[in-house]
């Protein structure tokens, strides 16, 4: 940041609302760092049915991370590289699970994967039942995450100048090798943000797993589900688990604000 | 492949520009929503001097027939509105221990209600209920009798332990000596009751007042008398309640004649 930005003082009318707006966020935050059980923090994190979430969750979001970043990275360079008829329907529709409430997601996911939905049928004929298996847990963090790295990519690659893809189309590269060797180096900074939020939300994913995939220990129940089921008999270990996930979520935050989102930004 | 590269680097901005007030115009819509809803129940008990909202925790399978409950009382206390709020009987403790602001609480187990015994006054049990099965229209997996339910490979949705249902259901199954393998323990036995209405689930164990509820979404196979329960509800005044009086009124109204007909009517049994 330059000085200059710096010398005015902000007026007092921005600051107070600004700090009120600071505080509001901060607070629940600390309320759950002073309510953290400490004393046996390490004891009930490393219970069975924890660590047995957690393994859970990982691979949960670690398979939709996988998944988003097959499907997502082509959609992000058709949207930004390509303009194909519907473009702005399809921006829509990958937009669209980012502001749905994850349960409406859930139900949806129900009536077009779901045994009795849509694509059920043809689904069980594979043997693929979605609902209520961990395969159906990938499914709802994917729907909610992916959205996330597309529009982050698709940003980025707005606005990487396209004559280095022109310069190696007309060194004879074709689409993908010039995707591979040219596009996605760029890109990485932007990849890394994208696919790093992308991850973290499909950690937190909670409202569309419960409606869609169920609640099964081992199977289907991961951290959130966890916490929320926990917060009826045990609050203490809700909070623990809680604070655990913070740590995480906290973690990827600045991880790419030190290493990443500053590249993005433009003009520096 | 179409590689057209038309103006991406300037046209993304302007795109950007409008889709960010597109994303909030439905936000304003819900917040307007509320909005609407305060004023309307706000001045719905204008006319009178004493203008009171009860706000009245109570277990999740009591949805529907409290909704008819609280517009039958406003009936007969002008100027009072209920408000409910419906969830799983132990998220509702949790909410109160949490510091939730409420006059009542009804839970649909006696060990929930007395898990909060230090936040309330005397329960009154008001209804009783019992558990069924309840399968898809179709019932694909041949679910016949309770044992059934022990079937290998059989989609059966459960309520979770934490919640009463979910305990009740544990119990109709020990009772009668049934292993099942539940595939999902739901947050609350409408959940479970979703999930086989949805036909996601073969079978589910939910109250029978829910299986009502459902009317023709939902093929009802009864639990004989001898492996049933008998669950309780209960319902209490809370200490810290914002109107006592009204908040004890509810309660001893609930056990009157109105409410003991409307919750005959849903398939409630008396207390």
Redesign the interface.
Known sequence: MSPGARRRRPPLALALPALLAVAFLAVPLLGVLVDAPWGDLGARLTEPAVTEALRLSLLVSGWALLLSLLLGVPLAWLL?????PGR?LVRCLV?LPM?LPPTVAGVAL?QGF???GLLGEQLERFGWTL??STAGAVVAATFVAMPFLVISLE?A???I??HF??AA?TMGAG?LRTLWLVTLPMLRPALAAGAALCWARALGEFGAT?TF?????G??QTLPLKV??L???D?AGATAVSLLLLVVAAGVLITLRGRWVGVLQPGR | MPRTRTPVPTHTPTRRARLLPALLVPAALVLAGCGADDGASGSDGGGGGSEVTLTVLAAASLTDVFEEAGAAYEEERPGTTVRFSFAGSQELVAQLNGGAPADVLVTADTDTMASAAELTGEPETIARNELTIVTPPDNPAGVEELADLGEPGLRLVLAAPEVPAGRYGQEVLRERGVEAEPVSLESSVRAVLGKVRLGEADAGLVYATDAAVAGDDVRTVPIPEEWNVLAAYPAAALNEAEHPDEAADFVSWLNGETARGLLADAGFLAP
């Open positions: 930004a590289r390509t303009d194909f702005t937009i502001v129900a779901g045994r009795r609902s209520f940003g690659l707005g606005g100048e396209p893809e022109e189309a689409p419960i995939a169920g609640n099964l220990p199977t289907t929320y089921l917060l009826q008999d609050p």
